[in-house]
């Protein structure tokens, strides 16, 4: 009887360690759906430059509040690597392929529907605290970061855009750098190495958009001549996405 009992217990005590899925030590790999949803706010389209009149170059400034963009949400496939430090706080890496996003006028701008588009990369650090014991199914989870942002293949691709509003053929540049991530979730084990899960951030991200127009083409002047220049237009726009994360990983 003694026998049967320890061996009982034995098997008890085996299948309680097989169940904590995440406890620490624990590497887990995930990958999923990243749906990445800019919240856009912009300031006005700020513009300097130089016009070549007949009476010499002539500097002007102007400034745009109703021309604004609008970004589109985007989709694409997430990367994560997470260990755990303890049983309830996790380290993790997050990346994934660099969604492209389209940019899209508002105000004055809405006639021109679709003006550009960039390819956004934010790798992420994250820190994270896990609820409840490593033995639960389901873990609900919080977690702060930073991730570094930048932008690639930024540009126009509007042609009436650029002929109506920059004057011609205009490069694009958009301002990198770091910002704080919030993050909230929930984690479910299937077993001792699969789980499921389901997470959203939020980024306050901020970036100065830079568009350089060489060769102004026909520019109104207000004699009513059209005259050539060049010209720099900055934006200053708000970004702020909310990232939703769906995923499935693997314990190693």
């Given at each position: ?6 061996i009982g217990a034995t098997l008890i005590v085996g299948a309680l360690q097989q169940a904590q899925a995440q406890k ?65 706080i996790a380290a993790e890496t997050v990346a994934g392929l660099p969604p492209k996003f389209n940019i899209n006028g ?103 958009l830079t568009m350089n127009t060489p060769n102004m083409r026909n520019v109104p002047t207000p004699s009513g001549a ?27």
């Open positions: 009887m003694i026998g049967s009992v320890a620490a030590g624990d590497l887990i790999i995930g990958t999923g759906w990243l749906h990445v949803a800019p919240q856009v706010s912009t300031g006005p389209m700020n513009t300097n430059g130089n016009l070549a009149t007949p009476l010499g170059p002539m500097p002007f400034s102007r400034s745009d509040g109703a021309a604004t963009a609008g970004v589109s949400a985007a989709n694409t496939i997430g990367l994560t690597a997470t260990y755990f430090i303890t049983d309830h508002t105000g004055t701008n809405t006639p021109f529907g679709k003006i550009g588009s960039a390819r956004m990369w934010s790798p992420t650090l994250l820190l994270k605290y896990y609820f409840r014991q490593p033995t639960a199914k389901l873990r609900p989870f919080i977690g702060v970061g930073v991730t570094y942002v930048w932008f690639t293949g930024a540009q126009i691709t509007n042609g009436e855009f650029s002929r109506t509003k920059l004057y011609g053929d205009t490069s694009v540049h958009a301002s990198r750098g770091f910002a704080p991530v919030f993050n909230a979730g929930l984690s479910y084990n299937v077993d001792k190495n699969w789980f499921v899960g389901a997470s959203i951030s939020y980024i306050p991200l901020a970036s100065t059209r005259v050539s220049g060049s010209s720099t237009t900055t934006v200053r726009a708000r970004l702020n996405p909310i990232v939703t994360y769906v995923n499935i990983g693997y314990r190693f």
